[in-house]
Protein backbone atom coordinates (compact mmCIF):
# COMPACT_ATOMS: atom_id res chain seq x y z
CA UNK A 1 0.00 0.00 0.00
CA UNK A 2 1.13 3.45 -0.78
CA UNK A 3 1.43 6.33 1.40
CA UNK A 4 -2.33 7.69 2.25
CA UNK A 5 -2.82 11.54 2.11
CA UNK A 6 -6.21 12.67 4.23
CA UNK A 7 -7.41 15.73 3.56
CA UNK A 8 -9.71 17.43 6.05
CA UNK A 9 -10.89 20.63 6.93
CA UNK A 10 -9.80 23.00 10.08
CA UNK A 11 -11.46 22.57 13.72
CA UNK A 12 -10.97 21.17 16.74
CA UNK A 13 -8.48 19.13 17.80
CA UNK A 14 -10.80 16.59 19.34
CA UNK A 15 -12.71 16.22 15.89
CA UNK A 16 -8.78 15.58 14.38
CA UNK A 17 -8.33 13.34 16.25
CA UNK A 18 -11.37 11.28 15.84
CA UNK A 19 -11.06 11.49 12.07
CA UNK A 20 -7.83 9.72 12.59
CA UNK A 21 -9.16 7.19 14.32
CA UNK A 22 -11.69 6.36 12.22
CA UNK A 23 -9.13 6.59 9.32
CA UNK A 24 -6.69 4.31 11.02
CA UNK A 25 -9.74 1.42 11.64
CA UNK A 26 -10.47 1.73 7.78
CA UNK A 27 -7.21 1.24 7.02
CA UNK A 28 -6.31 -1.77 8.87
CA UNK A 29 -8.57 -4.15 6.57
CA UNK A 30 -5.69 -3.55 3.56
CA UNK A 31 -2.46 -5.02 3.24
CA UNK A 32 0.39 -3.02 4.45
CA UNK A 33 3.85 -4.37 2.80
CA UNK A 34 7.59 -3.08 3.84
CA UNK A 35 9.76 -2.41 1.05
CA UNK A 36 12.13 -4.90 -0.05
CA UNK A 37 15.44 -5.19 2.04
CA UNK A 38 18.38 -4.03 -0.87
CA UNK A 39 20.18 -6.88 -1.78
CA UNK A 40 23.49 -5.86 -4.01
CA UNK A 41 24.42 -7.88 -6.76
CA UNK A 42 27.99 -7.50 -6.94
CA UNK A 43 30.54 -9.33 -5.91
CA UNK A 44 31.54 -9.02 -2.15
CA UNK A 45 34.98 -6.94 -1.11
CA UNK A 46 36.91 -10.36 -0.81
CA UNK A 47 36.42 -10.54 -4.31
CA UNK A 48 38.97 -7.34 -4.82
CA UNK A 49 38.24 -3.99 -5.40
CA UNK A 50 39.16 -4.39 -9.34
CA UNK A 51 37.26 -7.07 -9.91
CA UNK A 52 36.04 -5.85 -13.73
CA UNK A 53 31.97 -6.36 -14.40
CA UNK A 54 31.60 -8.22 -17.84
CA UNK A 55 28.64 -8.38 -19.23
CA UNK A 56 27.18 -12.16 -19.37
CA UNK A 57 27.05 -12.04 -22.91
CA UNK A 58 28.45 -10.22 -25.94
CA UNK A 59 27.05 -6.78 -27.69
CA UNK A 60 24.92 -7.07 -30.42
CA UNK A 61 25.27 -5.85 -33.76
CA UNK A 62 22.78 -2.91 -34.78
CA UNK A 63 22.16 -2.79 -38.59
CA UNK A 64 21.46 0.66 -40.02
CA UNK A 65 17.64 0.44 -41.25
CA UNK A 66 17.48 -0.37 -45.51
CA UNK A 67 18.18 2.49 -47.72
CA UNK A 68 15.22 2.58 -50.23
CA UNK A 69 16.39 5.61 -51.65
CA UNK A 70 19.81 6.64 -52.96
CA UNK A 71 21.00 9.71 -54.94
CA UNK A 72 22.32 8.63 -58.33
CA UNK A 73 26.49 9.12 -58.56
CA UNK A 74 26.63 9.43 -54.62
CA UNK A 75 29.43 7.72 -53.67
CA UNK A 76 29.54 5.35 -50.50
CA UNK A 77 32.40 4.11 -49.04
CA UNK A 78 30.80 0.83 -48.81
CA UNK A 79 29.63 0.25 -52.13
CA UNK A 80 31.79 -3.01 -53.06
CA UNK A 81 33.92 -3.93 -56.86
CA UNK A 82 30.43 -5.85 -57.79
CA UNK A 83 28.07 -2.52 -57.58
CA UNK A 84 25.92 -3.79 -54.52
CA UNK A 85 25.58 -1.78 -51.75
CA UNK A 86 26.23 -3.97 -48.33
CA UNK A 87 25.34 -2.82 -45.15
CA UNK A 88 28.19 -3.22 -42.39
CA UNK A 89 27.26 -4.10 -38.68
CA UNK A 90 27.71 -1.44 -35.82
CA UNK A 91 28.94 -2.48 -32.71
CA UNK A 92 27.64 -1.61 -29.90
CA UNK A 93 29.62 -1.81 -26.21
CA UNK A 94 29.75 -1.52 -23.06
CA UNK A 95 32.29 0.49 -20.85
CA UNK A 96 33.00 0.59 -17.41
CA UNK A 97 34.98 3.18 -15.63
CA UNK A 98 37.52 1.64 -13.24
CA UNK A 99 38.28 3.64 -9.76
CA UNK A 100 41.70 4.53 -9.84
CA UNK A 101 42.87 2.89 -6.41
CA UNK A 102 40.02 2.12 -3.46
CA UNK A 103 38.51 4.76 -2.33
CA UNK A 104 38.59 6.34 1.02
CA UNK A 105 36.45 4.89 3.94
CA UNK A 106 34.37 8.32 5.26
CA UNK A 107 32.44 7.82 8.40
CA UNK A 108 28.86 8.83 8.15
CA UNK A 109 27.64 11.79 10.58
CA UNK A 110 24.82 11.06 13.18
CA UNK A 111 22.29 12.49 11.28
CA UNK A 112 22.77 10.81 8.14
CA UNK A 113 23.42 7.62 10.01
CA UNK A 114 20.06 7.71 11.59
CA UNK A 115 18.69 8.61 8.14
CA UNK A 116 20.48 5.29 6.87
CA UNK A 117 18.67 3.33 10.02
CA UNK A 118 15.53 4.81 10.11
CA UNK A 119 14.95 3.71 6.09
CA UNK A 120 16.96 0.40 6.28
CA UNK A 121 19.02 1.56 3.04
CA UNK A 122 22.17 -0.55 2.30
CA UNK A 123 25.76 1.20 2.42
CA UNK A 124 26.23 -0.18 -1.23
CA UNK A 125 22.66 1.17 -2.58
CA UNK A 126 22.82 3.70 -5.30
CA UNK A 127 20.98 6.86 -4.74
CA UNK A 128 20.80 9.86 -6.37
CA UNK A 129 21.71 14.01 -5.81
CA UNK A 130 19.57 16.30 -7.98
CA UNK A 131 20.42 19.58 -8.34
CA UNK A 132 17.81 22.12 -9.76
CA UNK A 133 19.56 24.94 -11.30
CA UNK A 134 18.45 27.57 -13.87
CA UNK A 135 21.57 27.24 -15.34
CA UNK A 136 22.33 23.33 -15.86
CA UNK A 137 24.45 23.85 -19.21
CA UNK A 138 27.25 25.59 -17.06
CA UNK A 139 26.73 23.49 -13.87
CA UNK A 140 26.87 20.16 -15.92
CA UNK A 141 30.18 21.11 -17.57
CA UNK A 142 31.93 22.06 -14.85
CA UNK A 143 30.29 18.57 -12.82
CA UNK A 144 31.41 16.67 -16.16
CA UNK A 145 35.50 17.32 -15.21
CA UNK A 146 35.42 16.68 -12.01
CA UNK A 147 33.39 13.20 -12.74
CA UNK A 148 35.73 12.61 -15.37
CA UNK A 149 39.14 13.34 -13.28
CA UNK A 150 37.34 10.51 -9.93
CA UNK A 151 37.11 13.74 -8.08
CA UNK A 152 33.97 12.40 -6.67
CA UNK A 153 33.96 8.39 -5.70
CA UNK A 154 30.96 6.24 -7.06
CA UNK A 155 29.84 8.71 -9.08
CA UNK A 156 28.11 8.81 -12.29
CA UNK A 157 25.69 11.76 -13.69
CA UNK A 158 23.75 12.48 -16.38
CA UNK A 159 21.48 15.66 -17.29
CA UNK A 160 17.68 15.90 -17.45
CA UNK A 161 17.31 18.81 -20.08
CA UNK A 162 13.28 18.06 -20.11
CA UNK A 163 13.43 19.12 -15.91
CA UNK A 164 16.04 21.46 -16.39
CA UNK A 165 17.65 18.93 -13.22
CA UNK A 166 20.91 17.14 -13.01
CA UNK A 167 21.06 13.77 -11.16
CA UNK A 168 24.49 13.15 -9.60
CA UNK A 169 24.11 8.65 -8.67
CA UNK A 170 26.83 7.48 -5.93
CA UNK A 171 26.94 4.98 -3.04
CA UNK A 172 25.21 5.24 0.02
CA UNK A 173 28.27 5.44 1.72
CA UNK A 174 29.97 8.25 0.03
CA UNK A 175 26.92 10.25 -0.79
CA UNK A 176 27.51 12.69 2.26
CA UNK A 177 30.73 13.32 0.80
CA UNK A 178 29.59 13.50 -2.49
CA UNK A 179 27.05 16.03 -1.61
CA UNK A 180 29.37 18.51 0.18
CA UNK A 181 31.67 18.01 -2.84
CA UNK A 182 28.72 19.45 -4.94
CA UNK A 183 28.31 22.22 -3.30
CA UNK A 184 31.68 23.35 -2.59
CA UNK A 185 32.76 23.11 -6.31
CA UNK A 186 29.53 23.68 -8.09
CA UNK A 187 29.04 26.88 -5.41
CA UNK A 188 25.27 25.74 -5.55
CA UNK A 189 23.12 28.54 -3.39
CA UNK A 190 20.28 26.56 -3.01
CA UNK A 191 19.31 23.11 -1.89
CA UNK A 192 20.08 19.81 -3.27
CA UNK A 193 18.17 16.39 -2.37
CA UNK A 194 19.24 12.70 -2.31
CA UNK A 195 16.55 10.41 -3.45
CA UNK A 196 16.79 6.68 -2.84
CA UNK A 197 14.39 4.25 -5.51
CA UNK A 198 10.71 3.04 -3.85
CA UNK A 199 11.84 5.57 -0.79
CA UNK A 200 11.62 9.30 -2.42
CA UNK A 201 13.78 11.91 -0.73
CA UNK A 202 15.50 10.89 1.76
CA UNK A 203 17.99 13.57 3.07
CA UNK A 204 18.97 17.43 1.68
CA UNK A 205 21.32 19.36 1.89
Known sequence: MED??????????????????????????????PPPVFMPWFPSAAAGPRRQIRPAKPAP????????????????????????????PLERSWSAAMPRGVPPQKSLS??????????RLHLRQRAKWVIREHNCGAVWRTLSRSVR??????CNANIQRDRAEIWVFCDVLYSEQVGRLLKAELQLTGTIVLSVHRQGNVFSM
Open 4 to 33: VVLHHQSGSADGLRSLLERTEKLLETFPCR
Open 61 to 88: LLLPPPLRHRAEGAISPQKHKDGAFRAS
Open 110 to 119: QLFDRVVSAH
Open 149 to 154: RAGMPT
